[in-house]
């Protein structure tokens, strides 16, 4: 198949995945709108109608919760075929959604939409504006009050089970969550999905978030999982500077931004693990560091943050798999090629991670990663992620962000604004 063909698929995908406003991850395993994907496939949209890409991004903050929140699922339709559903989280919203987040790119890609098109854009951004503001103001107010952003589900990072989390994951006590079938693994072959003991725990922490209503000052102080993340602070910090430049451009007062990034950029030194020689996942409740080196850490230079000796250790890891930044260090132990986020490569990481290496000027590096995509893409398919070692396409197929990252920063036709 030519690259023209590639492209052909990966528009038929975000085609395909398209409920009418909102673009699901992947048929079956994934059925609603999800916050991260979603604004994903709106950059994919960009690339061949930036119409219907302004519009993913209206639909998912229609759903923004009065406190600035932006859900990290809104379930738009009810489908038996996923769990937890709207009834499990009883969030009280409408459109029903979860009662967490996920990670704030829609500020860098909402930047990156308008400068593929700043004409037609601009309307749509300043209309979407202020709503990114209040959810920024969420994240600096509810997530990032010790100077790194936290999270207080491991969902809410988008990388579900990964290995930055055990310490935290360890603390909570998932016996007493009662019966519950789990859907995915009537998805994907249970070996590529996170543990029974990790859902048995997600609930747990879901559980106390419905009890208390959601009360974000409540879970913050009390919740069963407190953890500072390196990669959510990275894509936040970047997400502030871009936010900022947006409203730069749109003649408005950005110094209340600015102060947010400066807050962030002035607490990175609590997630130093200087043992490890890296920036990295912390409990808050009890000051432990993960020790753990993944994609994570790469997320580094789309922050701006470079360091010579973090810079060689993730140098290493990457070195030590063929394809793609792994999720997790193929030198630790825990380290699994194929399950989820314990050692596969995402090529939507990948993407993020390469923004950064481009904006570095690290054209090498964003070259090397660019083809090891391609690779893993032209040999396996649109899939969720791969094992790094030998490039085996795992989780769902026909995927959403996949196909939007071939189409904005993989294929060779991309324009990679
Ligand atoms: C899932 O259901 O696997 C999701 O990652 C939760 O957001």
Redesign the pocket.
């Known amino acids: 198949m030519s690259h023209e063909d590639f492209d052909d698929r990966a528009r038929q995908i975000l085609r395909d995945n398209d409920r009418g406003g909102y673009t699901i991850p992947t048929r079956g395993l ?1 059925p609603y709108q ?1 916050n991260w994907d979603s604004a994903f496939a709106a950059w994919g949209f960009s690339s061949f109608d930036i119409d219907r890409a302004w519009t993913e991004l209206e639909t998912l903050f229609s759903a923004q919760w009065d406190t600035g929140m932006v859900p ?2 809104v379930f738009w339709k009810p489908d038996p075929g996923y769990f937890p559903g709207p009834d499990v989280w009883g969030a009280g919203q409408e459109p029903a959604t979860s009662g967490i987040s996920q990670p704030p790119v829609a500020a860098i890609l909402a930047r990156k939409i308008h400068a593929a098109y700043p004409d037609a854009g601009e309307p749509r951004l300043r209309a979407l504006y202020p709503k990114l503001v209040a959810w920024h103001r969420w994240w600096h107010r509810d997530r990032s009050a010790e100077g790194v952003v936290a999270i207080t589900h491991p ?1 809410e990072s988008g990388r ?1 089970n990964c290995a930055d989390w055990d310490p935290g994951m360890a603390r909570v006590d998932g016996s007493g969550v009662g019966d519950y079938t789990r859907r ?1 693994t009537g998805h994907v072959d249970a070996s590529m999905r996170p543990s029974k003991q990790d859902y048995d725990r997600y609930l747990a922490i879901l559980q106390f978030g419905r009890a208390c209503g959601w009360d974000q000052a409540e879970i913050v102080a009390n919740g069963p999982f407190y953890m500072a993340d390196p990669a959510m602070t990275f894509i936040l910090i970047r997400a502030h500077r871009d936010l900022a430049a947006i409203g730069r451009s749109l003649g408005e007062d950005v110094s209340e931004i600015e102060s947010w990034c400066a807050d962030l950029e002035a607490g990175l030194e609590r997630i130093w693990n200087a043992d490890l020689g890296a920036y990295d996942a912390r409990d808050l409740r009890t000051g432990e560091f993960a020790n753990c080196l993944g994609s994570g850490a790469f997320l580094g230079w789309l922050a701006g943050i470079e360091n010579a000796e973090m810079e060689a250790r993730l140098m290493a890891v990457w070195d030590g798999v063929r394809y793609g930044i792994p999720s997790n260090d193929p030198a630790a132990s825990e380290f699994n090629p194929r399950r989820y986020w314990r050692g596969p490569t995402w090529p939507v990481v990948n993407a993020l991670i390469a923004m950064g290496f481009a904006d570095a000027g690290r054209e090498a590096e964003e070259a090397r990663l660019r083809r090891e995509t391609v690779e893993l893409i032209e040999r396996g398919g649109f899939f969720e992620y791969f094992d790094p070692l030998d490039g085996t396409a795992c989780g769902g197929d026909h995927f959403t962000w996949t196909a939007a990252i071939w189409l904005t920063w993989a294929s060779p036709n991309a324009r990679r604004i």
Do not use: G, S, T
């Open positions: 994934y999800w990290h699922i969902w579900d995915d």
